[in-house]
């Protein structure tokens, strides 16, 4: 698969909160870096912050734009609550390699009544 149609078939899952066929997307040692919390490093560990991500809140994703450069996607997103971000996906082989995410976590986190972070 070409990036673009990758990220495409990523936000298919990610919306359906299919952990263990979105973490299929990423090669074993991937690297899934949103920049509001540390680095998530392998697919085990992936798919385990999908499952936790998937019971805590009903997310969806609406697609603003993908762009697609060569081996990179970037997807532009936002949500029905208002969220917006931008996801940048390094693909390889047809898997994911890297991933880094930047949005709102604290507006997220409002917006689905979840706990704040302590000081």
Do not use: T
């Amino acid at each position: 698969m070409k990036p673009k149609e990758l990220i495409e078939k990523w936000v298919e899952l990610f919306n359906l909160g299919d952990a263990e066929e979105i973490g299929a997307l990423y090669h074993e040692n991937a690297i899934n870096h949103q920049v509001a919390d540390d680095p998530v490093i392998g697919r085990e560990a992936i798919i385990n912050m999908f499952r936790i991500e998937f019971k805590q809140a009903e997310m969806v994703c609406l697609v603003e734009h993908i762009f697609e450069d060569g081996e990179w996607a970037i997807l532009e997103w936002k949500d029905p609550l208002g969220l917006r971000g931008c996801g940048f996906f390094h693909v390889q082989d047809g898997k994911i390699k890297f991933q880094r995410g930047y949005w709102d976590k604290l507006s997220f986190l409002r917006q689905h009544n979840l706990p704040l972070p302590k000081k």
